[in-house]
């Protein structure tokens, strides 16, 4: 063993460093999941998701993003989209579905899901994502930022890119249900206590100006709530009839507190398992 002080430290560094990710092999699936520590890209064989044909009352949103990612898909220029809006109206599973519908359609499309708290180690990802000849639509769900939260500057480096750019076989999809990806009381306080209030929130609320595309997804009615389940029994092959489906449907929403998209598949996955039909 050496006696020099510097060689044990770079020797102990290098031992407790990560070793280097290996070239990914992106033929390996279509969806991947990106982890840290140790840093890889895990293939996803089989993702969960609904056909986007059974995503109901979401049309003009779904028809956009499906747009968007056609275009990104063929080589074309297209934006960074933010879906934002109530909880359990479909962001992420618009995201899947569309992702699902451009492959089905011929396009090859790789969709890489990143959580938020591993943003810090996008730069690396996006690293490998550059050298691939695939396009990729990375996903972050459920994307939002506290008073304190630093993750918003890693975020910059997938919507902007820096001096490099964002790499072009890569397009950035999140979803929140803050427009603004931070909480509106905190803006407030924000504005409230600083010197140039304009100036205390701009370089977080700017991040959601930096998506080209912004998707409202809002509470939905009776009738809309009513026609998801239908669409489950329909595609499933669910036999109920009418009536105590409708009454079955409405207490349940009734006991939940509310109506969304969420609250209809739970219902449906209620009423399968009871009669017997497997999801």
Not at 150 to 171: F, T, W
Request: include cysteine; charged fraction near 25%.
């Amino acid at each position: 063993m050496t006696d020099d002080p510097m060689e044990r430290i770079a020797a102990a560094l290098e031992r407790i460093s990560p070793a280097p990710l290996a070239t990914p092999d992106f033929d390996a699936a279509d969806a991947f999941v990106w982890h840290v520590g140790p840093e890889r890209l895990e293939p996803v064989p089989h993702v969960s998701r609904v056909d986007l044909s059974l995503l109901v009352g979401i049309n003009r949103s779904r028809d956009t993003l499906l747009e968007n990612t056609l275009r990104f898909a063929k080589g074309f220029a297209a934006n960074n989209a933010l879906l934002w809006g109530a909880r359990g109206m479909g962001k992420s599973s618009l995201v899947k579905a569309v992702h699902a519908e451009v492959n089905a359609q011929g396009h090859a499309l790789k969709i890489v899901e990143l959580q938020r708290e591993d943003l810090p180690s996008v730069g690396r990802l996006l690293q490998h994502l550059r050298g691939s000849e695939s396009r990729f639509l990375l996903f972050c769900d459920d994307l939002s930022f506290s008073h304190d939260d630093q993750h918003y500057k890693s975020l910059k480096a997938v919507l902007d890119g820096g001096i490099e750019g964002r790499p072009d076989n890569v397009v950035f999809y999140a979803t929140s249900n803050r427009r603004h990806l931070m909480p509106r009381d905190m803006i407030e306080n924000e504005r409230s206590s600083a010197i140039n209030p304009s100036e205390a929130v701009e370089e977080k609320v700017s991040l959601s100006d930096r998506f080209g595309l912004w998707l409202g997804f809002h509470p939905c009615d009776q009738d809309a709530y009513l026609e998801m389940i239908r669409g489950y029994v329909a595609a499933y092959g669910v036999d109920v009839d009418e009536d105590t489906l409708y009454a079955e449907a409405i207490e349940w929403q009734a006991t939940r507190g509310g109506r969304s998209g969420r609250v209809a598949w739970q219902y449906f996955t209620d009423l399968a398992g009871r009669k017997g039909v497997s999801l």
